[in-house]
Every structure is written in structure tokens, then in C-alpha cells.
């Protein structure tokens, strides 16, 4: 390994109408160099790179590549093209794949002239082999990448940049969808690319693999560089603290004696239009004055349970009561009625209607309440009050209850849908990945509600990718394995994790 | 019933669908090339008059035949390349802007003609495209016949289905243009610009619609009227949905309706006494829904259809 | 390198000036054909203001022509709304102008109380059940209804054919296809002597106002906007998204049939298959000037119906060929088009790299 | 003498071959320098009225047209403008003082065209496409059919309406279908019928213009309607200051020069030459009326 410097980012910064995104960032790698990029949700990880990659266009600051020979040259800004001519290749947060074309078209994608009247599919197909037999990263080639696992489309995604020749490889959060195991084999053919000189910034939420993979970390706080240091110098608390510029609070928990069931499930099956929407004779009870944590790597059957719970989905076997009671063809407004408070995965696509008001979104589940209307009209002026109050208790900030909801940032939406849960006093709630994408203030703040509510004598359904959370806050912790849920009886780390992985029972 | 089977086992009845599918073949291939990229494109009937409108002139100004069909499909590209403006870079309704541009393209045209042919009283003709009499083939059985009644124009459309196919499925342009209509961020991510594949699909494909246009006054007759597209390229909005943007499922829904039509006017002939004349000028739109509810299910529209994108938004 | 941002600030003056601009911008476009055609731009300008504004009897047929273009641009912009594209306002109009003449041309000898409203109400519920049949394809199928709606204008077009040599058909119309006569009490009443402008407008104009207020202030328009805007964030809040959009599709082709009878009602009186010129399109165009809110469609229907009316005055008055009025019209729409984008977007051109703002 | 100030207003542009007789009858009048001529073509049904108005506001003394779609309204606008002439198209009956009607009754010759292609057919099945059956087309349509039993009782006919007025290719393909199903006479009522008969090589019969130039050899004979008279007759009266309420209908009928047969001699055998004349003259003698018939025409079967 040689120190030569392959890459350097000088004074990057970004702004999105008030929103500065990335301020002054400079950095640099060697060649053979991983260097992990570090930050809480909105530090400005993803614009930095975008920027090295040509979507973004900065709004100051160069960027300099190292051509075949060693020597820095400055990169043309704003254009993938040169990026990519440049040895530069990105694998970004979302996929960025066609998912009508196959992988082999989709890794050839742009490598080849358009002008050409004939492609050398066979030529392809052959470099591409060779590249995964090298690398070690497998994924069909025939087949429609919308047909993929996200393991493999990961894995295609990551031959597109290989395919063109990168020497600088940019991951984007590339686990965030895989399974640990997965994420393992990933990280070991990467590392065994370093060696033969492919430099790579990674960027990961995942501090363990953080510290696994990378030779150097780099960690970014509100759009500015807060600092670097060499990974054989770092300790996850030394990195929590440099990310979030203090020490995370800690949340207190009492013990609590469980009480009548609130929720339970026997047998419901669920068939989703693939493996990982579906559940299989699942069997789960919830009770009051308890906080169920349902524990699981990601696409294990999670969103069929939270659909199931949220009157989403009917399920096509089972019964489902809530509260004692039986539901007997759910629906949302049915789940409501009958007490169940639903915080969604997705916030922006199903939590908030974004063009609306934020007091709208506040009554937007209880429509037919006679404080929010009166004979079919909407009572403004009760709504706007009530939208206020609401604001003031839960703290939501940001232009005004008046103002569309999108306006409102990744946090303060999560305080909305908190606040129009808890005001009704749900006897259930689900909180599914409930501070995914929130600061620690934020996500403190998520958990003390929760405690709140469980005093109160709600019980609660946890669904989180994060164990730690699960383990923090449930006072019963549930696997959710391929469709399957199954009791855990603890609270060990281990144990819930090789559950997770499907090696244990 | 015997009737119909004569009907549909006569040569004329075969040609006569070709023919009256030829302008449905380039129409459906023109909006389907623009919808693979993603961009839904109602100017079709406005392009087709423009396409026939300007073709015509040509030849009538002295330009020959293959001049006209040149020049429909420029102008075609040109509408076209509006559309594209308004709906790529600047991500504009592709509803309002189609419809925008057929009532433009439509109105250009009959403004054009009348400024510049005042005082006609019939419109003027041209020499068309004759048939083609290949010889040799033209004596095979059944289908010499069916397919040698057809002009150039025809034959074009036919080659122009194998060579969208092609592009499409066999050139890294047409991969390019398929994953542009899936996902623009696959494209853009790749180096490719999105805007640059958009706009050319769309141009590509509104000159091929022109040339549906051209059909009508170059081949199919000889002169140009006002009206006289008369819904064609509406139909071909649909029939793209029954193709399932399949350059080969397009021709086989072109051919369809145009038997169907066929089979109309024949069945009206034979019948008119006893049903109305309507129901079978009816029966083409009512078995294309139907064709569309059975096909639905399985269509899988190109994802991004009808979805602007913008560089460096998110 | 161009760059596109929404705006971050939209300034009143913008939102007002640009759409004016745009259309000024239009008429100078005009300036082209009339050029083409031998005419002077200014006379014609002149006579165009004078075509729209110059008499009573001038803005009274404005009006007259905006009347139906307040129902279809209705009929759409509730139905976009709810990201329902009903492209089908046009045969939807013939289904309300077949049933009004259906009852009112002598079937029912009612007094004009009760034939009247018994004529708009089963013309809208004709309109009506043409988008409940495409909705229904939709959400039973899958069947995309800008296609259904399409065909289905097609197939109107021709059953009104069928019927209009048929069972509509006026015995004493010495064998024209056209529907036999409303009875006079069946008419809406006109609003002014010897002028066409009926009492189809305020109806019109009612229901826009009625839309407008039940869009902001009812549940009901709380829902359709819920299911327009974030369909999967109205139904996990419990908002049945399929009885939304059907609502909308009936109140939708209801709009677009009482288009119909409000032109066969208040102007004609009796039904050819001739009724509209492209009403049922121009609708759309008008809902998306007005940005789809009702009010909006009010303006944008007169602003059609001014430019087409003007135009086609100062067509005659200036000897070029009539069918300048559409070519005005759609140039119109174009530039309008592209104003309103210029007043929700900037358009940065940047150089490579160095900083923009 | 002063010109006549004549403005036309047309539901459809003046290529179709109705409006264009008019057209050329009032452009005819416009180059013999006896009127001002302005006109507007494709005016929907909907604004109909209002250009009526528009033009007799502007001073026009004569108003030319069709109110096939508005005959109610455009009597009402009639009744508004009374020092205006109307000279109108129309399926109705004249209305005191000024609203006067015409149409083009060329069913005499209509029904010498009928004997023509009667006695060509080898066949006995003649093929007749149609745009719209309105009573304006089945009357001549029934003309026809009678001129052609008369003269050969076995001849059957095939009829076809496209529901449209411009839509040539699809009238062609109607055309072919009929030639398909055996017709070797075609009464081309729309263009694009004779365009079929050309590439087929069969015969056809003109109606309301004559096209021959443009398919010789293939347009045996034609029905032709001259508006000259009519027009010209509607003129003088308004010039003279004496127009008044009346049915123009009769002007184009054959004694006026209102409707004409051209033959093809060459293409036309001798006898059947000799009939037609023989009744053309009957006609114009007011020896032979032929029967009015507006139901709309089916084919024999
Ligand atoms: N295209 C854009 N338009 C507007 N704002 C943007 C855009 N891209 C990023 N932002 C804003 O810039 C900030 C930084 O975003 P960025 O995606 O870089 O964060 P990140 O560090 O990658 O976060 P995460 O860990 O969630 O991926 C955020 O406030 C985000 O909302
Ligand atoms: N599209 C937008 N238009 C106007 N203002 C916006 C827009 N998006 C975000 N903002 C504002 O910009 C600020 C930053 O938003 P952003 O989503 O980046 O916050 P954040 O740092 O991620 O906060 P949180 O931790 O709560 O998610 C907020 O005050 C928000 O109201
Ligand atoms: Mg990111
Ligand atoms: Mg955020």
C-alpha cells in the first residue's frame, strides 16, 4: 500500500435554499485507503459525494483526481460523466437501477457509445464474469433487476462502478439493506480490492463495521467537517461524541407489571407479493403496560406485521383482537376506531399528507369527530386551535400550523404523527422504526413518549432495526425471522442476534 | 356467420387491414418510444395532421415523394422537440402540453394550408405512392396479394417495427431509452443524460408519428383535408397500453383495430339493413377497452411515465 | 449548465403579472400568422378588443362561450385533484345533452319547476355514470382511465349518432339526425333579451363557487385532497381511497354532462352530434391554467373564451382565414403554459464550478 | 351600381363539395365585380349565431349559409335584422320578410345519373358510400337508386355511411369493400370513392361537382349542382331592392340551371345516351317529376 493521494475535496460547500448542506468540506484519500464518512441523518454525507459525482454542483470549492499515472488533475464539476471517465464510482443510497433491464444491461448502462448499431453482449457478459469471480460479488445476469434481492442488487450496483474501472469507489450506507452475514462477505471482497490499490469512501450509520473496515474516519456535523482520525485510534463513544457534539442521553425505565392483553394475533397469515411481505401463522400478544420490541433484519416480514396492525392489509387466515375484541375485516379507519394509535415506517410517504396543512395532518385520522366538522364542514377554526395546542405540547417547530406539512423538517414531521397518536390516548400503538432518520434529541424524545404511553397502560408494538433501541426500551423482545415470529424470553445481544440471523431458536 | 368467415378469408380483407393499420403502426410506434422514455405524448393527433399536412405540400411544392415524407417527419420531429421542452427540462403536464400541441399543431396546419391555398375549391392532388408489384413475390399465394397491394409507405411502417424492436431491445441506446422511462437516476447515475435521451425519444417518435400522418395524404389517398385524421392518433394512445410498449405487440393491435375496422365496413355492407351502422363503427373503441381491462393486469407501465425529473433535485 | 429550483418566495405581483405577461407574449406570437397572412398585427389587436369588449352583444357571446368551459374546466379540475385524469369531459357532455333532451323534449309535459331541475339533475347523473364506468375499470382492473375515457368519447360520440337517427330523433326534423325540440319551459332561461348568455352561467358560476368553498372547507374536499396529494397517506389515515376517487368521478362527469345540458338546455335546444367543439378538451386545458382550483377556472374560461372570441371576430374583420382563432387560442395556452412554470421556478444558468447565487 | 355587400358563413371549409358550389357561385359574383364577397368557413354549430350576427352587424346585405344545425336560432337572428337578407340552407321553409331558404335539389339529374350507372353495371351491384344520411344525401341516393331500376330492375345496392364528411381514406377502404363484395358501378357521394374506382378500374358517378377531370375514364357520369342561379337570382333581388321571403329550392332544379348532367360519351353506351337525353328533355319539360325520398337508403339484401 502506497500513500499516494488519489482523491482530494477542496472547500466543497452546498447550499439547498436555506438549507446548508455541506459548508467549506475538505477531504482526501490515499490510494488503497477506505475512509468510513460519518454523521448523523442530514450532516450532509450523501450531498458531499454527490457533488465528487457530478450531481451536485457546488457552490464553491474543486475537486482533484489522480489520473492513471498518479497526478492530481481537477474533475469538471456537475457532470457523472467525467466522474466516471475520472476513475470515480458511486453506490448511492437508493438504487439506481433500472428494474425493467437486467443487470447485465444495467451495469453496460452508459459504457457503451450509444451510436453503436451493435452491442458485444458476449464481450460484456464475459468482462462482467470475470469481474465477479474477481471480486467475489455474485448476482444473476438475465434476469430483471426488479426480480433481485436488495442483497443483490447492492451487489450489482457496486459491479457498475467495478465495470467502469473505478479506482475510487464511493458506498453510500451500502448495508443498510443487507443482512450482517451479507455485509461480512461485502466488505471482505472490498478490502481484498484495496490491496490491489481501489480506494474507497464509505459511508455507514453501522459503527461496529465502521470500525472493522475502515483505515481512517472522517465525521461531518451539520454540513462542516468536525473532525478526522485513524480508525485503530477510535471507540464508538469517541465517535458518537464527535457525531453528535454531546454525550446521548440516556433513558430511564421503571419496571412494570404487564397487564390485560391489548393485542393479539393467532395465526394471521399474510401473502405479500413477495418473501418479505408476508407472514406466516404469526402468534403474538401485547399487553397493557407493555412495550413489545419485535426484533429482525430488515425485509424479514416487518412491514406485513405492521400492515396487519395498521388495517393495511387483511390478512388471509387468523383473527386479530384488539383490546379483547375481535376485528373482524380490518381496515384503517376500523383500527382506529377501535383504539389503535399507528406511527408508519415511512413518514413522508404515509404519515403526512405534504401539501396539506400541518393542523390538517393533525385531524386527518378522525375526520368524523364533531370537533373537527360539523355537518360535513370542516370547523376551521376548532381545527386551527387544537392544532396549535397540539403543537405547543408536543413541540412541534417550524413555520406555523398554517403551512404545508412538507415544510417541516425530518424530526418535527415525527413529533406531528407523535402528537396525533398520543392525543387520542391509544390503547394500542404501533411504532415502526419510530426514530429511523431522527438526531438523538429527536429519538429521546420518541422513547420518552413511549414510556409515557406504556405508563399510562397502552401496550406498544416495537418494530426496529436497531436493537439497540429494542433493548433499550421493550420489556419483551420477539424475533421476526422469514414471515415467523418467535419468543426470545431475553434481553441477550447474542442470542437475539443469532435468532435475527436464523441460527438459533 | 358464413359470411364473416368468407370475409375475414379473402385476400382484400387482409390487405384492406394492413392498409388501414399502416398509420396506426406508425403512431403506435411513434408513442410508444416516447412512453418507453417516459413521457406521454397527446400531440399524437396533432402531429398526424401536421404529418399529413406538410407531406402533402411537399410533393405538391415539387419536393417528390420521399421529399414529403422527409419533410412530414421534420416537422413532426419539430412539434415534437415543443413538447419535449416543455415536458423534459422544464417538466411541464405531458397532459396539458399534448393537448396543447395537438390544438397547436392542428390549428398550424389549417392556418398554413388556407393562407397559402386560398381560393381552392377541391384540394389539389399529387401523384401518391403506388403499390409495389415486387415480382416473384407478389405471386406467392394469400399472402403476395395481402402484402403486395401495399405501397412503400406500408412496407415502411412494417421495417420500421423491426427496427424499433432492434433499437430497443439490442442497441445501448434503446437500453438507455427503456431505463429512462424506468428509473431517469439509473441513467443519470451512469453518466447519461437524461434530458438528452428524453428529448430525443420524444423526437424520434413524434417524426415517426408524422409519418402516420403522411400515410394519410401520401398513400392512402392523395390530397389533404381538413379533419381527416379524424381520431387516428387518439387511438394510437391506447393501442400503445394494449401493446404493452412492445414494438411487436404494436403491430399486432394495429393490425387488430384495422381488421376490425375492415371487418366494419364489410359487415355494414352485408348487415347494414338490419343493425345500425353504428354499432359496428362502435365496435373497434368498445373491443379496445376490453382488450385494455384484459391486458391491464399485466401491464407494467414504464415506471417514471408522466414523472418529471429534475438534475440534482431529489 | 442550466439548473431548475422552485422558488422560495412567490411574490403576488408574480403570481398576477406572469399569467398577463404570457398572454401578452401570445399576442405578440400572433403577430406571425396575421404577418403570414397579409394583415396589420395593430388593426387586428384593436379589433379583437373590439370583438370581445366592443358591444354588449360582444361580451354577452363571451360569456355565452365560457359557460360550458366553467362545467368541463370543472369537471377536470376536480377529478386531477384527485389524480383521477378524466380525459372523457367531451362524451361525457353528449350523455348529459342525451338525457336532457332525452326527458325535456316533450317525453315529460312538466311546468318549468320542476322539468328544469328534473332535466340538470338527470343530465348531470347521465354525465355522471360515464365516469362511474371508467372509475369502475380502474379500480376493479387496473384500466388506466386516460385511455378508457378516450375511447369512451369515441363511442358516445357514436351511440349519440345512433340515437339521433333513432329514438331521439325529431319526427318532424324532415329526417335530419337531431333531437326533437326542449320544450320551451324546459329552457334555462336566457339572461338577457336577444342575447344568447343564459342562466347556464350562473349555475355555472354557482358551482364554482360551491366547488371552491366544499374543496377548502367540507370533509368531503378534505378527502379528495388527502387522495390527490399522498393516496397512501389517506388510507393508512383511514380514508377510503376508492370511495373518494368514485365520488369525485361522479361529481366529475356530472360536471361535464351539465355542460351539456346547459349548452343543449340554454343555447341550442335540441341535440346534433355537432354540439360541442371540443368542449370536453378545452376543459382540461382550462383546469390546468387555473392550476385546478375552481375560482381559477372561472378566469381561465373567460380568458379562453376572450382569446377565441377575439380572435375569431378579428379573423372576419380582417379577412384572414377563421382558423387563426385556434392557432391564437393554442398559442395562447402554450406561452400561459410556460409563464406559470416561470413563476414556481427559477431557471439558473451556472458556470461549472464556481459559485451561482 | 353599388356592389352588394354578401358574407357566407360555413359550417365546414369550402373544399367540401356542397360549400364549394356555393363559394364558387359567390366568387363568381365577386369577380364579375357585382358584390363584396367575405366569408367564414368551419364556424361550429355553437357560434353560428354569433357570426350571423357579427356580419349583419358589420352591414352586410345579403347573408349566405346553412342553418341545418340551427334552424330555430338562425330565424330568430333573421327576425332581428330585418333591413338583412338571408339566403339560408335549409330543410324548413322560408319565413317573411327576409329569411329565405335553398338546397341542392339535383335529384333530376341524380336520377339520369342512377340510369347511367344502371345500365353499366355488369354486375348488378353498385356500390354506394355515403358521409352522414341526412335527407340531403338520401334524397339524391333514392334518386339514383330509382334512375337505376328503371332502367335495369335486377340492380342491386349497397350502401355505406363513413359518419363523416372528411375522412377520404376511410371512404376509399369502404369503397374497396364494396368492390370486394361485387359492386362495378360506385356512387361517389365522398371523396375517395372515385380514387378506389380508379385503382380497381371500375366506374363511378359524380355527385354535386364534377370530378372527371381528375379520373378520366373512370367517371361515367355526374349529377351536377350549379348555385349560380340561385345566387345570382338572390342577388339582383337584393340589389333591386325587392328581396323577399321565398324557397330558392327550385333554382336548383334543371329548368333553371340549377342541376346539370355531364355524360362521358366515350364511355357510355350509344342506346343508354339516347334514354338519358330522351328523359332529360321529359324532365325539363315537366313531362317526368322525380320522387323526393329522404329516408335514409339501405342495401338490398
Ligand atoms: N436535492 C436536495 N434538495 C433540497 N435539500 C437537499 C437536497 N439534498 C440534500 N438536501 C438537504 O441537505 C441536507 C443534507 O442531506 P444529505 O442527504 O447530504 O444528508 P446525509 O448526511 O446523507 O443524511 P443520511 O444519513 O440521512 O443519508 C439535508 O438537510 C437535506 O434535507
Ligand atoms: N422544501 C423546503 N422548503 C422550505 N424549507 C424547508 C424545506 N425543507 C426543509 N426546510 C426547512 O429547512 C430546515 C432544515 O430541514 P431538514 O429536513 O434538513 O432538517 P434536519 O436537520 O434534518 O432536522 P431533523 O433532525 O428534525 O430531521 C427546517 O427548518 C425545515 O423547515
Ligand atoms: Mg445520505
Ligand atoms: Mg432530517
Redesign the interface.
Known sequence: MTDTTVLRLNGLSKRFGPVVANDDVSLSLARGEVLALLGENGAGKTTLMNMLFGHYLPDAGTVEVADEAGHLAPLPLGHPQAALAAGVGMVHQHFTLAENLNALDNITLGAEPLRAIRRDRRGARARIEAIMAHSGLKAPLNVPVGRLSVGERQRVEILKALYRDARILVLDEPTAVLTPQEADTLFASIKAMTTEGLSVIFISHKLHEVLAFSDRIAVLRHGRKVGEMATSEADEAAIARMMVGADTPRIARSAMAPGAPVLHLQGVSVAGRSQRDSLKQADLTVHAHEILGVAGISGNGQSALANVISGLSVPTAGHIRVDGSEIPRPSPARMVRAGVGRIPEDRHHEGIVGAMSVAENMVIERLDDPQVQSRGLLRREAIATHAEELARAYDVRGPGVTAPARLLSGGNIQKLILARVFERAPRLILANQPTRGLDMGAAAEVGRRLLEARERGAGIVLISEDLDEILGLADRVVVIRDGQIVETGSHDRERIGLMMAGEAA | MMDILNILLSESFWAASLRIATPLIFGVLGALICERAGVLNLGIEGIFVVGAMCGWMAVWLGAGLWGGVLMAALAGAFFGLLHAILTVPLGLSQHVSGLGITLFATSVSYFTYRTALPNVSSPPRIEPFQPLDLPVLSDLPFLGPVLFQQTALTWLALMMVGLVWYVLNRTALGVAIQAVGDNPDSVDAQGLSVYGLRIGAIVAGSALMALGGAFLTMSAFDAFFFGMVNGRGWVCIALVIFASWRPGKALFGALLFGAFDALQVRLQTEMGALVPGQVFLMAPYILSIMALVIAARSADYPRALLQPWFKGQR | ?????PR?HRSRTMDLGIPVLSAVIALAFAAI?LM??GANPITAYGEMVKGVFG?V?ALS?ML??ATPLIFTGLAAALAFRAKL?N?GAEGQLYLGAMAAVAVGAGWLDLPGLVLVPLIVILGAAAGAAGMAVPTY?KSR????E???T??????IL??L??ML??PLKDPM??????SA?ILDQGMLPPLMD?M?VHSGLILALVLAAVAQFMLA????G??L??VG??A?????????VKRSLFGVAIISGGLAGLAGVS?VAG????L?A????GFG?TG??VA?LAGLSPVGVVIAALFIASVF?GA??M???M??????A??V???S??CV??G??IARYRIIR?G?????? | AEKVKVAAIYTLPVEQQWISRIHKALNTAADRGDIDYTFSENVANTDYERVMREYAEQGAQLIVGEVFGLERAARKVAKDYPDTAFLMGSSFGPVAPNFSVFDNWIHEPSYLTGMVAGAATESNVIGMVGGYAIPEVNRLMHAFMDGARSVNPDVKFIVNFIDSWYDPPKAKESAFAMMDAGADVMYAERFGVSDAAVERGVKAVGNVIDTSGDYPGTIVASALWHMEATIDKAIENVAGGSFEAADYGQYSFMAYGGGSLVLDESLVAPETVTAVKAKEAEILDGLFRVNVNDDRPVSDN
Open positions: 449548465m442550466i439548473r431548475i429550483e422560495q400568422p403570414a397572412a358591444s352583444f357571446e355565452t362561450r385524469w380525459i375499470l382492473f387496473g384500466a388506466d386516460v385511455v378508457t378516450l375511447l369512451l368519447n369515441f363511442i357514436i351511440f349518432q345512433m337517427e333513432g326534423g324532415l329526417g335530419w339526425p337531431q325540440p336577444r344568447r372547507r367540507s370533509v368531503w378534505f378527502r385532497r388527502a396529494e399522498n397512501a397517506a389517506a388510507r393508512h389515515a383511514g380514508i377510503n349548452e343555447l341550442k335546444g335540441y346534433t355537432d354540439l360541442s367543439p378538451y382540461i386545458v390546468m372570441v375569431d371576430s379573423s372576419r374583420a379577412g384572414v382565414s377563421s382558423f387563426l385556434d392557432l387560442v393554442s398559442m395556452l402554450l403554459l410556460v406559470g412554470f451556472s461549472t464550478g464556481r459559485a451561482a447565487s
